[in-house]
């Protein structure tokens, strides 16, 4: 027995030993592997149909690690955090980056606000970690290799197009450093988004495009619209509400908005196999929540409105000043898919009226002739009674010289005084200008910042292959914070959509708006380049016979002289003179 | 150069330049004329061509297909109209959101310096209606404009319904790259001025890139007429010129330009002379320096824009809507095509056909001919200058005649004729209430009759130069004076017509023959009479009639001289609404220049 007892013992010593071992091993392994803690995947799409007939789809994917790319880590296994950007942050010491590719114009006044705002083209900003020392060489360095992971012209920004903003780019992530020389911010206004910008950005995701949400990104769909932008924005964020460490949090969003009226001929019906020719059959396996949700807002009653398969889970969120509600399926369960095991969402609405965006923002070129002209920004304020600050920052080309002392800010026929202004002017051929201000909106008013230039005459290589097309001049930037009707949520840990906890929330009365005007595009005088053989041959043949003897013969007055007589004659003509007789 | 380095050679051509003066100077006034005239010519012009490779080598398809709901739309609009005794602003609303267009109202008021009697409007209050067709995935950079008149009476309509009816049309499709704007502007270039001219809200929707303004009266048309030129003789690129021409030949519409038809016969005299006629209309309506067609004003903000009129005559052939929505179709296609803004071809033309243009290269030639007598004039004047007068018997020349005249014999009648033209300028309109009290005249004729009064009194001038001269004008005198002036005309002259050939040149065919022969010692009375003949005043009362007779609409004299009077009026008015410069050029410059010779035959 007592053998028994013994064997059995040793027994369930072995097991436990070889189980914790295995344990230990497994722990061993995992940590070995990752070298870092957990990581998680949430992907997203949000549906809301617009007032002007329209409808807005918003995805985004989101990857938050427990990891440290700095101080020395080497970071070398990768598990749904893309490596190709993990890699990025750690050799060049990124802290944020934020990196927008759009095509075409968020329309404001007919959209509302988008819950992430870009301007047309590409736009790009980073912060450095303080370690950095050369931030300019990095930042450079940085655009090349950015320019080949999403096949853009990145790198085509250089000092001529970077300013270093000091108060319209504050960090989005968690951090006390705000010092500006660790920031660069650029925009390529001319860069057209197209498909080979979309497949390097949909293989960031953990599942591609296989499986989830992103089944949906097919390009012949997502650029037959009227607007479509792309993003990618890493930052660090807290773990915990006690935010003791910190997790990198990679969001890829993808903004699209179709057009009812082309493709619907003006029924308001629409569903997702309609919009992106697909249905949806799975979550991506990887990700731990994967969710449609649906803006009912304007249909409490459901008459608006008419969502199918319906869905039990309602959930309300504030996001942009407002309590919207939305209809949420969730693809996690199994249900979701009903008996055909494919989910095409049907939605038919009426039209339903909108809250007028409170900022928003337009610009324009005045004047004619291709020697001066004026920008003007207007800002309008549609809040019926209260006034808000907002940041304007401009950043304009070295070509069009800005005359700073013709800078007007008038609302309501009044002058306004901005009460910040950061001003860096330019250098030909070495950095744009760049015009920051603080300037408060009277309620309900239109506030309008005005600024002559004067367009400079390039030299000849420096015209782009179509100079007549002109030259653009990137979006304006309008920060701000806009007062809300509804309380906003400050807890940025609670669990909340991943449209609404965007921008980072500091107080309950007011949120963070940004708005982009549209670029410009002004001509600069240009030479006719199609005869530069004949001009050169014009200009060297007047300047070299005509202006050259001309101006002899109007500085000369011309005379008859004698030859001088030789030395024999002289001679001749003294002895004669001397004779008294008449010299030869 | 060097021929005029040696001095021997340099005397003896300078003699013969002197000597044979006269007769140079009226083969080049000829060979001037003859140039112009062999302008029209067919096989002296080239014939038009696609310069812009955007715009040439692409095919469009046109497939317009609601000619017939248009013809609706336009009758409703004008019932509308009717209804609301003017623009129907709220109808045009509702249709524009309905057909998917971002839709914007622009209020103006103007006040006219005086009134105009021609449109009946003193105070000007409207309103324009503008939608923009926002182009999918662009960044409202660069836009494109098609505009309709509301025109009071029954006119236009159809033009209103047709832009309603391509707005629906074209918001379907999915090529566009620009934005369109669809813009319906009341009172005609007031209207046009106020949605150009950027105020807060006022079209916009980026860089215009180029602009068509559509006249449509009638259900069918016999053809369809480009207007082109535009304020102060601007003219835009020969690209849309040839893009029209392009269109209509390839659809099949008859197409004509200053409302003249192409023929043919270029090798018969008929032939011939319509080709002239075409020129010179083209020509006359330049040198007017008025914007033709609304489209006009967008010319100065270098916006390529043209006006395209459907003109229904008793001919047999008729073109319905649906086929001019299809050629408009085409053309709009065709420039959101474009990558850049049309520079490619030619910015200064004149136009015998629709399918020939002269191009500057050509036509200057005719001008420099006639500015070359001012130079050979001014040349015979300089080396009388210079030479000493020939010695008197004692062989002592008298000191007194050989000094230069006193700044103030050239400087006095500059500064006076000069006065007198800034008069010219400012005193009909600040006179008018003051003419209106005193004479049982309307602001208007008040106006004209003003600026007439001054340009007659200013004929007194030599008189009065003389009365503020101290004693006699010299002989060196009036040859320094006539210098200057020569040399002043040649200036303004080539000036002006590098700016707007046609009135360079108009004004070079009359002056350049007064500025040559004048001088105190010719027969006064007919002179004078030549003189005045010439002057700026009397070349556009001829140029009146001309005018008319071109366009095959002979006027009386009585009718005639209420059209002269209806011109100056709308020359001032044009330069106070829209800036047009050629009423300051003929104030401020050209007729006190003519002074200036008027002055010399009056020399004492």
Redesign the interface.
């Known amino acids: 027995m007592a053998e028994q007892k013994f064997s059995l013992s040793v027994c369930v010593c072995v097991c436990v030993c070889v189980c914790v071992c295995m344990c230990v091993c497994v722990w061993a392994v995992r940590a070995m592997m990752c070298g870092c803690g957990r990581d998680d995947f949430q992907e997203e799409l949000v549906i809301r149909p617009l007032h002007s007939g329209d409808i807005y789809a918003s995805f985004q994917f989101r990857t938050v690690w427990e990891t440290d790319f700095m101080r020395g880590n080497k970071v070398s296994h990768y598990r749904l955090f893309p490596k190709s950007l993990g890699q990025v942050i750690s050799k060049f010491s990124v802290r944020e980056l934020h990196i927008s590719f759009t095509q075409g114009y968020w329309r404001t006044m007919q959209w509302g606000q988008p819950f992430q705002p870009s301007p047309p083209g590409a736009e790009l900003w980073v912060w450095f970690q303080d370690s950095v020392t050369d931030v300019d060489g990095t930042w450079k360095e940085l655009t090349n290799v950015l320019s080949g992971i999403f096949c853009a012209s990145l790198n085509f920004i250089d000092s001529t197009n970077t300013v270093q903003p000091s108060a319209s780019f504050k960090p989005l992530g968690i951090g006390n450093e705000t010092d500006h020389r660790f920031l660069r911010y650029a925009t390529l206004p001319r860069e057209i988004v197209c498909t080979e910008n979309l497949t390097p950005w949909k293989k960031l995701l953990p599942c591609g495009s296989k499986a989830g949400l992103a089944v949906l990104l097919k390009s012949e769909k997502l650029f037959h619209s009227s607007f479509h932008s792309q993003a990618v924005h890493i930052r660090p964020v807290c773990q915990d509400w006690q935010c003791k460490t910190t997790s990198w949090e990679l969001r890829q969003t993808l903004n699209v908005v179709f057009d009812l009226h082309n493709s619907a001929q003006g029924k308001r019906e629409w569903s997702l196999f309609k919009m992106f020719s697909r249905t949806l059959t799975e979550a991506c396996p990887l990700a731990s929540s994967s969710k449609i949700y649906i803006d009912i807002t304007d249909n409490p009653q459901g008459e608006q409105f008419e969502v199918s398969p319906a869905t039990p889970l309602l959930s309300q969120a504030v996001v942009l000043g407002d309590r919207r509600t939305f209809s949420v399926y969730d693809l996690t369960q199994q249900i979701t898919f009903g008996t055909v095991r494919s989910l095409n969402l049907l939605i038919r609405w009426k039209s339903s009226d909108m809250l007028r965006p409170l900022l928003h923002a337009e610009r324009y070129v005045a004047g004619y002739g291709l020697q001066t002209g004026e920008i003007h920004t207007l800002m309008y304020n549609n809040h019926p009674y209260r006034s808000f600050p907002v940041l304007l920052l401009d950043s304009v080309p070295w070509y069009l010289r800005l005359y700073i002392h013709t800078l007007t800010v008038t609302s309501k026929g009044k002058d306004n005084k901005p009460s910040y202004i950061h001003y860096q002017p330019s250098k030909d051929r070495l950095r744009p200008h760049l015009l920051e201000m603080l300037v408060q909106l009277p309620p309900n008013s239109v506030t309008e910042v005005t600024v002559q230039f004067e367009r400079a005459l390039l030299k000849w290589t420096e015209y782009t292959p179509d100079p007549n097309h002109g030259f653009y001049v990137g979006s304006s930037v309008i920060s701000s914070l806009v007062p809300s009707i509804v309380a906003m949520d400050t807890n940025s840990t609670r669990e909340r959509p991943l449209f609404s906890s965007f921008f980072p929330c500091k107080e309950e009365s007011s949120y963070f708006v940004r708005v982009y005007t549209e670029p410009l595009l002004v001509n600069l005088p240009t030479p006719d380049f199609s005869m530069p053989y004949n001009v050169i041959c014009l200009t060297c043949t007047v300047v070299a016979v005509g202006y050259g003897s001309l101006y002899n013969l109007l500085t000369r007055s011309f005379q008859i002289e004698e030859p001088s007589p030789g030395l024999a004659k002289r001679i001749a003509n003294i002895i004669r003179k001397m004779r008294g007789v008449p010299p030869l | 150069?060097g021929l005029?380095?040696d001095?021997n050679r340099?005397r003896a051509l300078i003699s013969l330049l002197t000597r044979l003066n006269s007769p140079i100077c009226v083969v080049c006034y000829m060979a001037g004329v003859a140039w112009f005239m062999g302008l029209a010519f067919e096989p002296f012009t080239l014939r038009t061509y696609m310069s812009e490779n955007a715009m040439g080598s692409t095919m469009v398809e046109e497939r317009f297909p609601a000619g017939e709901r248009a013809l609706t739309t336009g009758r409703e609009f004008s019932a509308h109209k009717k209804k609301a005794g003017g623009m129907p602003v709220d109808w045009l609303v509702k249709t524009m959101q309905a057909r998917?267009l971002?839709v914007f109202t622009q209020r103006f008021s103007r006040k006219l310096p005086f009134p105009d009697e021609n449109k009946e409007r003193y105070m000007v209050k409207g309103t324009n209606v503008y939608g923009i067709l926002?182009a999918?995935?662009?960044?409202?950079?660069?836009a494109l404009v098609l505009s309709a008149p509301c025109t009071p009476g029954d006119s236009n309509n159809q033009a209103v319904g047709l832009l309603l009816g391509l707005a629906q049309y074209f918001?379907?499709q999915?090529y566009w790259a620009k934005d369109i704007i669809f813009l319906v502007n009341e009172h005609d270039l007031i209207g046009m001025q106020a949605c150009i001219t950027?105020s807060?809200d006022s079209c916009?929707g980026?860089?215009i890139q180029a602009a068509l303004s559509l006249e449509l009266s009638s259900d069918v048309i016999t053809s369809m007429d480009l207007v082109l030129e535009g304020l102060n003789g601007q003219l835009p690129n020969l690209d849309l010129a040839n893009l029209f021409y392009a269109f209509c030949q390839k659809i099949g519409v008859l197409c004509t330009i200053q409302g003249k038809l192409q023929r043919n016969d270029w090798d018969s005299v008929s032939g011939y002379s319509h080709s002239v006629q075409t020129m010179m209309l083209m020509v006359m309506k330049q040198a007017s320096g008025r914007p033709w067609g609304d489209h006009g004003l967008f010319l100065?903000?270098?916006i390529e824009a043209a006006s395209i009129k459907g003109i229904n005559s008793f001919r047999q052939y008729k073109t319905d809507v649906t086929t001019i929505g299809r050629l408009l179709e085409g053309m709009y296609r065709k420039l959101n095509n474009l990558?850049?803004?049309l520079?490619?071809s030619y910015f200064f033309y004149l136009m015998p056909s629709l399918s020939h243009f002269v191009s500057i290269g050509y036509y200057m030639p005719a001008f420099g001919l006639l500015a070359v007598i001012l130079l050979l004039r001014a040349l015979d004047l300089w080396v009388q200058l210079a030479t000493p007068p020939p010695r008197t018997e004692d062989g002592i020349t008298d000191k007194e005649q050989v000094s230069s005249p006193g700044v103030l014999s050239v400087l006095t009648p500059l500064v006076i004729s000069h006065l007198t033209g800034v008069a010219l300028y400012t005193l009909p309109i600040q006179f008018q209430e003051m003419a209106v009290e005193q004479f049982p005249v309307s602001e208007t004729e008040a106006v004209v009759l003003t600026a007439i009064g001054v340009y007659t009194a200013g004929l007194a001038l030599p008189h009065n130069t003389h009365r503020l001269l101290s004693g006699e004008g010299t002989e060196q005198g009036w040859r320094v004076l006539k210098l200057v002036a020569v040399l002043y005309l040649a200036v303004l002259l080539g000036c002006t017509a590098l700016i707007n050939f046609s009135l360079g040149f108009i004004l070079a065919l009359t002056l350049v023959p007064v500025a040559a022969f004048v001088t105190p010692h010719v027969p006064k009375v007919l002179s004078a009479f030549i003189l005045v003949i010439l002057s700026p005043a009397c070349t556009l009362l001829f140029s009146v009639f001309f005018f008319q007779e071109l366009q095959e609409l002979p006027v009386s004299f009585q009718e005639g001289w209420l059209l002269y009077l209806s011109v100056i009026s709308q020359g001032i008015l044009d330069h106070f609404l829209y800036g047009s410069l050629v009423y300051p050029l003929i104030a401020l410059l050209v007729y006190p220049c003519w002074l200036l010779f008027w002055n010399i035959l009056f020399w004492k």
């Open positions: 150069m005029l380095s001095p340099r998917g971002e926002r999918p995935r662009a960044p409202r950079t660069e918001r379907n999915i950027f807060p916009r980026g860089s100065r903000y270098h990558l850049e803004r520079h490619q």
